[in-house]
């Protein structure tokens, strides 16, 4: 397959009609950033697939597969200086060289496809809206008559000129790199072998020997039954091995089942995996900021606690800061109060002033009655002066009572005032100084969630809960699905045993069939028939096993030679294949880490193209690579060796890189001839009206046509 050329019209910073033109071999498009690389790339995808690799949101520097459909691909010159109700026509043709699609096996009978993808805008309240939605349109010139895939039959189209299985070995982005293949996927080896050689046909050889041999021993025993010679024993043998038979089918049937769940759950989770890559740090930076919150919010409330401590406790001691000499001078006064204390006390009554209580002695009074003689009081009586004389001195001691209880409390507020006032203003300097650490923290944390919302690249909180929750809701999932394979896994084993508890039984029973059948006439073509099949099927699972390590062998080998050409031979280890893909040392056969991203994009680059240079010679299916920012991770004399080699390895490839930029027109010469590069064009965004503002709506891409 070869792309021949591409016409982009006004879509994103593509303004007007743009063409560029592919052949064969190695085409280069360069490119600063910005320049217009990305969006040629998005151009093939919005029409082949209706994929847009686009920002996640308005916040966000990441980026994702969006729906074609729903982005306005529409530049922002027409956006802006389109009036209301105009119309805007965006559209991309692609034109391709392939295989005729009808033909089951290539005959080499070329034809020219045409892929067109138009949307219509109209403008309405400043807002671009579709007037008429993204159709695409393919069409071919077969026998002079121009012929259309129908709508209903352009994704059966797709998938067989671009398999989805492979399909993203022939399309990528250096920022994709990590997704380029997933061998943590069970499928992805299976499919992509599927894609790129005839080995399914060992698969379905092995499914029609499997019947036939199934087939074939039911007829053997019905006609060993006709013989009319088997004893109920035989006849019971024979059944219990056509019993065991049929049973082990069924659960093997069962284990493809179970084992395709199994494979689809991997898939399942790595891809779950694979998403929680971009969500993953929204949880951890959720788990910091709440911990930065939390310390923030306590630190928040130590300073008002002791805000609000020193207001109370210190304020009145702070009011009375400097008076220690009047507190000293009270002391005068305090002891003239003692003294009236004391001789209040000094008096010569030995009757306790409590004995009779006020309210017996008031009651006497009342009464005219002494109670504790029994005799008469009369008024103006000494008596009668005594008992009023008894009722004064109790107002009297509760009066003094009040007094010294009142002297006791000033003596004590004196003293605790003289201890406390020298330390008033060192209390003060303390507290003060204990909220002026705990001000310092709050700053310090507050600068410090400020930062994290920084380095995540949002700004509103919402985006790292919302992203945090993903994370959530993608390793609950995970979880599922592991429980659920695990579940699957326990299933397969168990119906493992019971096949190899039936498979020794029905080993048992054919031995005592050979035994108990050998007077019986076995001379007879089914019976002949069965044990030819049967050694079919054994070789067919020789012959597929045989094939399958034959293949990994040469996806390896391609591998490794590709390896080398992309680092110019200079290689730490090399490439193994088995249940994963490693670098291991040549020599110790160890796997090596800590590879430098140049090398592991060479390795992913390898592999990926080693299935594609494989179909084209086992095939005959050869696909276009469309790549862009390809040696990104590179360094300058690796993106060279990978740009002088790579072209050399496909029919067609379309390399989009920014690294080309900085090469001198000396040095661009030098590697055009030396990669033998077919087509070169610079692109660069710049200024439409060059004395305009420096805006998007001001600038389109200009392409320059170097070879």
Same mark, same amino acid.
Request: hydrophobic residues 35%.
């Given at each position: 397959?070869?792309?021949?050329?591409?016409?982009?019209?006004?879509?994103?910073?593509?303004?007007?009609?743009?063409?560029?033109?592919?052949?064969?071999?190695?085409?280069?498009?360069?490119?600063?950033?910005?320049?217009?690389?990305?969006?040629?790339?998005?151009?093939?995808?919005?029409?082949?697939?209706?994929?847009?690799?686009?920002?996640?949101?308005?916040?966000?520097?990441?980026?994702?597969?969006?729906?074609?459909?729903?982005?306005?691909?529409?530049?922002?010159?027409?956006?802006?200086?389109?009036?209301?109700?105009?119309?805007?026509?965006?559209?991309?043709?692609?034109?391709?060289?392939?295989?005729?699609?009808?033909?089951?096996?290539?005959?080499?009978?070329?034809?020219?496809?045409?892929?067109?993808?138009?949307?219509?805008?109209?403008?309405?309240?400043?807002?671009?809206?579709?007037?008429?939605?993204?159709?695409?349109?393919?069409?071919?010139? %077969?026998?002079?008559?121009?012929?259309?895939?129908?709508?209903?039959?352009?994704?059966?189209? !797709?998938?067989?000129?671009?398999?989805?299985?492979?399909?993203?070995?022939?399309?990528?982005?250096?920022?994709?790199?990590?997704?380029?293949?997933?061998?943590?996927?069970?499928?992805?080896?299976?499919?992509?072998?599927?894609?790129?050689?005839?080995?399914?046909?060992?698969?379905?050889?092995?499914?029609?020997?499997?019947? /036939?041999?199934?087939?074939?021993?039911?007829?053997?025993?019905?006609?060993?039954?006709?013989?009319?010679?088997?004893?109920?024993?035989?006849?019971?043998?024979?059944?219990?091995?056509?019993?065991?038979? #049929?049973?082990?089918?069924?659960?093997?049937?069962?284990?493809?089942?179970?084992?395709?769940?199994?494979?689809?759950?991997?898939?399942?989770?790595?891809?779950?995996?694979?998403?929680?890559?971009?969500?993953?740090?929204?949880?951890?930076?959720?788990?910091?900021?709440?911990?930065?919150?939390?310390?923030? =919010?306590?630190?928040? =409330?130590?300073?008002?606690?002791?805000?609000?401590?020193?207001?109370?406790?210190?304020?009145?001691?702070?009011?009375?800061?400097?008076?220690? /000499?009047?507190?000293?001078?009270?002391?005068?006064?305090?002891?003239?109060?003692?003294?009236?204390?004391?001789?209040?006390?000094?008096?010569?009554?030995?009757?306790?002033?409590?004995?009779?209580?006020?309210?017996?002695?008031?009651?006497?009074?009342?009464?005219?009655?002494?109670?504790?003689?029994?005799?008469?009081?009369?008024?103006?009586?000494?008596?009668?002066?005594?008992?009023?004389?008894?009722?004064?001195?109790?107002?009297?001691?509760?009066?003094?009572?009040?007094?010294?209880?009142?002297?006791?409390?000033?003596?004590?507020?004196?003293?605790?005032?003289?201890?406390?006032?020298?330390?008033?203003?060192?209390?003060? #300097?303390?507290?003060?100084?204990?909220?002026?650490?705990?001000?310092?923290?709050?700053?310090?944390?507050?600068?410090?969630?400020?930062?994290?919302?920084?380095?995540?690249?949002?700004?509103?909180?919402?985006?790292?809960?919302?992203?945090?929750?993903?994370?959530?809701?993608?390793?609950?999932?995970?979880?599922?699905?592991?429980?659920?394979?695990?579940?699957?896994?326990? /299933?397969?084993?168990?119906? #493992?045993?019971?096949?190899?508890?039936?498979?020794?039984? !029905?080993?048992?029973?054919?031995?005592?069939?050979?035994?108990?059948?050998?007077?019986?006439?076995?001379?007879?073509?089914?019976?002949?028939?069965?044990?030819?099949?049967?050694?079919?099927?054994?070789?067919?699972?020789?012959?597929?096993?045989?094939?399958?390590?034959?293949?990994?062998?040469?996806?390896?080998?391609?591998?490794?030679?590709?390896?080398?050409?992309?680092?110019?031979?200079?290689?730490?280890?090399?490439?193994?294949?088995?249940?994963?893909?490693?670098?291991?040392?040549?020599?110790? #056969?160890?796997?090596?880490?800590?590879?430098?991203?140049?090398?592991?994009?060479?390795?992913?680059?390898?592999?990926?193209?080693?299935?594609?240079?494989?179909?084209?010679?086992?095939?005959?299916?050869?696909?276009?690579?469309?790549?862009?920012?390809?040696?990104?991770?590179?360094?300058?004399?690796?993106?060279?060796?990978?740009?002088?080699?790579?072209?050399?390895?496909?029919?067609?490839?379309?390399?989009?890189?920014?690294?080309?930029?900085?090469?001198?027109?000396?040095?661009?010469?030098?590697?055009?001839?030396?990669? &033998?590069?077919?087509?070169?064009?610079?692109? %660069?965004?710049?200024?439409?009206?060059?004395?305009?503002?420096?805006?998007?709506?001001?600038?389109?891409?200009?392409?320059?046509?170097? &070879?």
């Amino acid at each position: 397959m070869i792309i021949d050329k591409v016409i982009v019209n006004n879509f994103y910073c593509f303004l007007d009609e743009n063409i560029l033109e592919f052949s064969k071999g190695l085409n280069v498009i360069s490119a600063v950033n910005s320049g217009g690389k990305s969006q040629l790339f998005n151009a093939f995808y919005w029409t082949f697939f209706d994929k847009i690799y686009a920002d996640v949101d308005n916040n966000s520097t990441r980026k994702e597969w969006k729906d074609g459909s729903r982005q306005i691909v529409c530049p922002d010159l027409l956006k802006e200086s389109s009036l209301e109700n105009d119309k805007i026509n965006c559209s991309v043709e692609i034109v391709l060289t392939n295989e005729f699609h009808l033909n089951d096996e290539p005959k080499n009978e070329l034809i020219e496809y045409t892929f067109t993808k138009k949307v219509i805008y109209q403008k309405i309240a400043n807002t671009l809206t579709i007037f008429s939605k993204p159709e695409l349109v393919i069409s071919y010139v %077969k026998d002079g008559e121009t012929e259309f895939i129908p709508q209903y039959n352009q994704s059966w189209f !797709l998938e067989k000129i671009f398999p989805s299985s492979i399909r993203k070995f022939m399309w990528y982005q250096g920022e994709t790199m990590d997704e380029l293949y997933d061998f943590s996927k069970p499928s992805t080896l299976k499919n992509a072998i599927n894609e790129i050689s005839y080995f399914p046909i060992y698969d379905n050889m092995e499914k029609i020997v499997k019947a /036939s041999s199934v087939s074939i021993d039911k007829k053997v025993d019905k006609e060993l039954g006709l013989q009319k010679k088997l004893t109920v024993t035989q006849q019971n043998l024979i059944n219990d091995i056509s019993y065991k038979t #049929k049973n082990i089918e069924k659960k093997k049937e069962s284990i493809i089942d179970i084992q395709n769940d199994i494979d689809k759950l991997q898939d399942d989770i790595a891809e779950e995996e694979n998403k929680l890559k971009g969500y993953d740090k929204y949880r951890d930076i959720k788990v910091q900021l709440n911990a930065l919150e939390s310390e923030l =919010s306590l630190t928040k =409330s130590r300073i008002d606690d002791l805000s609000t401590n020193n207001k109370e406790s210190l304020i009145n001691k702070w009011m009375l800061n400097g008076c220690e /000499s009047l507190i000293n001078a009270s002391d005068k006064n305090l002891n003239i109060l003692s003294e009236e204390i004391k001789k209040f006390q000094n008096t010569t009554n030995p009757v306790p002033i409590s004995l009779p209580g006020p309210e017996y002695v008031e009651k006497m009074i009342n009464d005219k009655i002494c109670y504790i003689c029994e005799r008469p009081v009369l008024d103006h009586t000494p008596e009668y002066e005594a008992l009023v004389k008894r009722l004064n001195d109790f107002q009297d001691n509760s009066n003094h009572k009040v007094l010294q209880d009142n002297y006791t409390e000033l003596n004590k507020s004196r003293r605790r005032l003289l201890s406390e006032l020298p330390d008033i203003e060192n209390d003060i #300097k303390d507290k003060n100084k204990a909220i002026n650490l705990l001000i310092k923290n709050r700053n310090r944390l507050v600068n410090r969630i400020a930062s994290v919302y920084t380095d995540s690249g949002h700004d509103k909180e919402m985006d790292i809960t919302v992203g945090a929750t993903t994370a959530s809701q993608i390793l609950s999932k995970i979880q599922s699905l592991r429980l659920a394979k695990d579940r699957k896994s326990d /299933s397969l084993r168990f119906i #493992k045993s019971e096949i190899s508890i039936l498979e020794e039984g !029905l080993k048992n029973d054919l031995i005592e069939k050979e035994k108990t059948m050998v007077s019986f006439d076995t001379n007879f073509p089914e019976s002949i028939a069965s044990d030819y099949i049967k050694m079919f099927l054994k070789s067919i699972g020789q012959l597929r096993s045989i094939a399958l390590s034959n293949l990994i062998n040469e996806i390896q080998s391609e591998s490794n030679r590709l390896y080398s050409l992309y680092l110019g031979g200079n290689t730490q280890g090399e490439i193994e294949i088995d249940n994963g893909i490693r670098i291991i040392d040549i020599g110790t #056969k160890n796997v090596l880490d800590n590879l430098n991203q140049g090398e592991v994009v060479a390795q992913k680059l390898a592999v990926a193209n080693a299935f594609l240079s494989l179909s084209e010679k086992k095939m005959k299916k050869s696909y276009p690579i469309v790549a862009d920012a390809l040696s990104s991770d590179l360094d300058p004399f690796n993106t060279i060796s990978l740009t002088i080699n790579i072209g050399n390895s496909f029919e067609q490839m379309i390399i989009m890189s920014k690294d080309y930029s900085k090469l001198d027109s000396n040095e661009r010469s030098k590697l055009i001839e030396d990669a &033998k590069i077919v087509k070169y064009y610079e692109f %660069k965004n710049r200024k439409i009206d060059e004395n305009g503002v420096n805006s998007r709506t001001n600038k389109k891409t200009f392409i320059t046509t170097i &070879k």
